[in-house]
């Protein structure tokens, strides 16, 4: 085998997780620091991608239309803790049945505001070539994306005020109550992060992955597989999580046939959680 | 309520008694007018209103009046069922116009081929669909792929790669490209066959590269993958790789896709709407009066209304909207004066001999024909499906089972 | 006992029986096209029934009920197109085929899930995948079996209807008359399903679902019965499937639909999770609402109200329709629990208990010893069990003491198989049990009592007796004698019909002490019992573990000195995973080491 050629599968492998890794961080923010799974993860990011198209086509640069984007996200899932998950606290599977209800619903008015065609943007042309193979350009700048976000959240956690009261919410419960942290305003503001990354993830994806109403569906399948097998160390757990496995199916794909891929994806996660019950990080000492 | 289950129940009984005593002749019509695939079933719906209005103004067939029961499947395989029973069991239509999906056709089929009544499925679709009441007015693969190969091949030499979704229409088009690069001297390089469900196409563009076809056969599926076009472009390859598809374009893929990614792909169908001929241009007008210009016609649209017109023209000759006559006169070999050419019912197959066009998109979101292919028959179905002398054939022939 | 309250006794049987009926009359008289949709909410309607057997009744919400269906309709329509034509009554080949495969299928997912012990999270999103594998597998699957042959996404057409006559010229019933034999099958099921979660299937599975681990502390290996159950439900939904198949006359991938999972939970929550029949009555509800809907602009939206719905019953109506009436119902009568006000005080009969402890000598044979061996357990820098090595004989109770953190409850948890250790053996009578399960422990003849009380909170006091005397009797009538024995010595005859939640946290104590006494221990494992007792109940519990102590093995963690005091056994010192000290209480006492590391003093810290 050609050294390009594996040279190309392994950039282009390294991609596809990053891709997977971009739309789950929403999800592990939002699990990790409530507890709550949040079926209409992939909604939000639609509403994210549907946000920046509709703001792109009406004049506005696209580069600017990314934190519109996160603003409209974060603003619907405060109401959506408030109106819903706020009144479901504990009650995992509660949520999740909930939260599927959700995805439906906003699925459907996805359908009834924008119709099923929908200008895409295009991707933006520009290409790096290894040796006698060519990448689009676009794809591989998420393997940056992805690593900027896992950074952002990372300090986000452990330095700012929010990120410690949230934390604290978590793992001491009733002592983060007793020093005065109102672990309700934290929770609302957790979720409007985690739907806003979701938010960020579907406006920064869109130029690859065009909106559609069910767009979701396709990328959350994956992203909540990432996230259970990652276990409660929810942040370095998906992000390792999203690599080894995103990044084995691509590379399977690019083998093999790209069913492979996902049969591969599938059995993998099986076999980890055959192995690991309660998500692979479940013996970790590390909480973040 | 009570009143709406006597009336409903009267008309079963006159439908199952009596079955031709029309006072006005019924059609049956299930599109998904919502959902993921209403770019398509909304089309075809309108095609449908429109073929019924211009034949009622022009006074109906056999002087009474057509009147449509219409049905929204929602995108759902489960409401096309429960729907084909109900207006066999309910409404007594006298034909049914339904169906974007193999599967949506297939589930149905069996409905309407118990209760002996005509049904017409109007989609580009893989082929080989065949029993006595099932007629055909989109283009099977093999029908679209024979010109577009040939035409390819002369165009961009003989390497060949073929990209289609793992699925019936996918893997039975790449057996039908396998044949015809062959008979063209061309040879097929590489094969990939996508999930419907993927939405990274890096492993497939390296494959590409790594096998150096001439041309790509793209036979995407789905709004996410235009995803493939556009990385395609992206990559820069559209340079040095022709792209050509058979179904790029019959949902409209040339509005989604950037003008970057869409400009020099090449397509081939039953109907565009640039198709240059005084029916075309009558049809076009009509269209945009009723439903303005905002989204290009399909070929599902055009293949729905050729439908229509085919079985009002055989109503005419049978002289009743009996089906059973009516199928019987759908064998006589019917003409039609359509938008993309005249057409023909095979009375054998089932199926209907048309025009193919090859067109090429432009920087735009629109097309240009290059080259049309006159009246070309459907030679599997001709050859597997003869209906006139096995009239009890109930079979979905598919190329690898023979 | 009044009529209303004679009724509400036997209303799953009462009104479903009704419904049958009044169904069947319909079936006749209703037009025939409302007698063919119809026919599929009851298919659904069964659908949702497997779902709450499986989430309802066994506590796993599962997404994979779709899978069976899909599956047990493809394998049941399979076998009926190639053999029903030769015999006429497709019935008797698909839904013994379906529902066959259906279970099979569930026991192979049940098996991952429930011998790996997934987490509920887990278990619950494996089984989606496993549904969206199969929608994506199907899509190319192709395969011919004789007449029948799967398309891929075209799907698999010809299958017969429901036809009930012999030979080979029968012809499909007509859709009332397959609406009537879609009602009997479905009537015959449930009434089945019925009988099989009251009886002790039922009970036991019932127990898993409220706490678990009391269950695998009674002797019941939970997976095996997990295991079953999912099985069970799978075989309902491959037999619904199976029936699906014959009314539809065609099958395709989409049954594995992301759209089709989402229905069966709605199904169940709409008319009330656990209640078994609710299952029909929401697939009635939501199948009649979306047929009334129509098509046209409201209809076309009919997913869009689906998910509100699903919503609105999350958040309001957590328990459906049968849920709600019931309560409502339940107000109207007297209360069961109105006894538990009057229970008195506990006081135990040494003689009487004395006699039961002899008694079960003779059933499981003499006490046992109960040792470890360099036992020890890490969990990442922390050793809570550093190199323990202990025997425990019957005579006198063995008492574990030691300040906070010095790894009492580990070092029992360990004993009793709830942590695994990673390095000695843990030995019980001449069975070295180190990696044995919970169950198996117990089987043995270990009896644990942990510090919270754990009773079935919805059993009535006789029934959480029962359950734990079954255990170790596997026969009913032994079991009733044992667990009333047991009750009067406790005191709380009157009290056996009330539920074990509406009892004082005492009494509760109690009862857990009575349900561990049920199993005949040869070794007694109680983890702090004096907690939350009052001074007169911690006197009555001192004088139980001395009688116990002359028959088995007791071993005792306890913070309470006082009550270590009344024990008069021997007492262990434990301080950072290692015995600190040992003899008995007085010598301990007096021992200025262990007063250091009681108080923190700083030498021995």
Known sequence: MELDFLATVLLSSLSSASILLIATIGLAVVFGLMGVINLAHGEFLMIGAYTALTVTQAGVPYILSIPIAVAVTMVIGAIVELLIINRLYGRLFDTMLATWGLSIVFYQLAVLIFGTVTPGIGMPQFSIAVGEYSLAGYPLLMIGVAAAMLIFVYLLMTKSVYGMKARASIQVPHMAQAIGIESSRTNMLTFSVGCGLAGFAGAVLLPIVPATPSMGFAFVIKAFLTVVVAGPVTLTGSAITALGLGGGASVTASFMTSVVGDVFFFVITALLLWLYPMGISAKWRRKL | MKKHLTTSMIAVAAALSAQAALAEIKIGAIFDLTGGLNIYGIQQDNALDLAVESINAGGGVLGEQVEVVSYDSQSELSKYTQYANTSVLRDGISAMFAGLTSSSREAIRPIFRRANIPYFYSSLYEGGACDRQTFVTGSSASQQLQPLVEWAVEEYGPRVYIMAPDYNFGTISAHWINEYAEANGGEVVGEDFLALTVTDYAPTIQKI???????????????????????????????????????????????VVSPEAGEGLIASQGYFMQVDNPANAEFVEMWTAKYGNDTPIVSGAVDVWNAVHVWAAAVEEAGSADPEAVITALESGITFDAPNGTVTMEPGSHHLRQNIYIARGDDRHGFEIVETFEDVAPTYENEMCDLLASPNLAEHFTPESN | MSISENLYKHAGLVFPAGAVVLALVFAGQIDPYLAFVATSWVIFGLLGLSLDVVWGRGGLLSLGQTAFYGLGGYFGSVVAINLAPATGNSL?????????????????????????????????????????????????????????????????????????????????????????????????????????????????????????????????????????????????????????????????????????????????????????????????????????????????????????????????????????????????????????????????????????????????????????????????????????????????????????????????????????????????????????????????????????????????????????????THDTDKAEE????????????????????????????????????????????????????????????????????????????????????????????????????????????????????????????
């Open chain 2, 209 to 255: 590269q790594q096998s150096r076809p001439d041309f790509v056969v793209a036979l995407p599926v789905g709004a996410n993958q235009t995803g493939f076009l556009e990385q395609f472009a992206a990559a820069g390859l559209k340079d040095s790789i022709g792209v050509v598809s058979s179904n790029y374009g019959s949902g409209n893929q040339q509005v």
């Open chain 3, 92 to 472: 008797i080949w698909a839904l013994p085929a379906g529902a066959a495969f259906g279970a099979l299928a569930a026991a192979a997912l049940g098996y991952v899930i429930f011998f790996a012990r997934m987490g509920p999270l887990q278990s619950t999103i494996l089984s989606y995948t496993f549904t969206l594998l199969l929608w994506s597998v199907t899509q190319t699957f192709k395969l011919d079996v004789g007449e029948a042959s799967i398309g891929g996404d075209n799907g698999m057409s010809n299958i017969p209807g429901i036809v009930l006559g012999f030979g080979e010229d029968a012809e499909p019933l007509g859709p009332n008359a397959a609406f009537a034999a879609a009602i009997v099958i479905a009537a015959l099921l449930y009434f089945f399903t019925r009988w099989l979660m009251r009886g002790t299937f039922g009970r036991i599975v019932d127990c898993i679902r409220i706490d678990a681990e009391k269950t695998e502390l009674l002797g019941y290996d939970v997976r095996k019965y997990q295991l079953l159950n999912f099985a069970y439900s799978g075989a309902l939904a491959g037999l619904a499937g199976a029936l699906f198949g014959l009314w539809a006359n065609y099958l395709n991938p989409s049954i594995f639909s992301v759209q089709e999972a989402l229905l069966v939970p709605i199904y169940v929550l709409v008319g009330g999770l656990g209640t078994l029949s609710g299952a029909f009555l929401g697939a009635l509800a939501i199948g009649a609402l979306s047929f009334f809907l129509g098509g046209g602009a409201v209809g076309g939206q009919t997913t869009l109200i689906l998910g509100g719905v699903l919503i609105l019953l999350v958040l309001f109506l957590q328990n459906g329709i049968l849920g709600g009436l019931g309560n409502l119902w339940r107000k109207s009568l007297s209360d069961p629990n109105e006894a538990a006000r009057n229970a008195g005080a506990v006081k135990i009969d040494s003689t009487v208990l004395g006699e039961i402890l002899q008694d079960a000598a003779k059933d499981a044979g003499p006490a046992k010893n109960m040792g470890t061996d360099e036992a020890f357990k890490q969990f990442g820098g922390v050793i809570p069990v550093n190199k323990v090595t202990q025997t425990f004989t019957p005579g006198k109770p063995y008492s574990l003491i030691g300040p906070n953190g010095a790894g009492k409850s580990s070092f029992l948890k360990t004993c009793v198989g709830m942590y695994k250790p990673e390095g000695g053996t843990v030995t019980l009578g001449h069975d070295d049990i180190t990696h044995a399960p919970i169950f198996d422990r117990v089987r043995k003849g270990m009896g644990v009592k942990n510090q919270k009380p754990q009773v079935f909170g919805e059993l009535t006091v006789a029934d959480n007796l029962w359950t734990a005397a079954f255990a170790r």
């Open chain 3, 482 to 605: 044992v667990a009333a024995k047991i009750l009067s010595m406790l005191g709380l005859e009157g009290q056996s019909g009330v539920q074990a939640s509406a009892l004082s946290h005492g009494q509760q104590q109690w009862l857990d002490i009575g349900m561990v006494l049920c199993l005949a221990p040869r070794v007694v494992l109680l983890d702090e019992p004096a907690a939350g007792m009052t001074n007169e109940e911690t006197r009555e519990l001192s004088s139980l573990v001395r009688t116990l102590a002359k028959h088995t093995t007791v071993v005792v963690v306890e913070h309470d000195m006082e009550f270590v005091r009344t024990l008069e056994g021997h007492v262990t010192v434990l301080h950072q995973g290692e015995v600190f000290a040992e003899g008995d209480i007085e010598t301990l006492r007096a021992d200025d080491r262990v007063l250091d590391i009681y108080l923190g003093r700083s030498e021995h810290v």
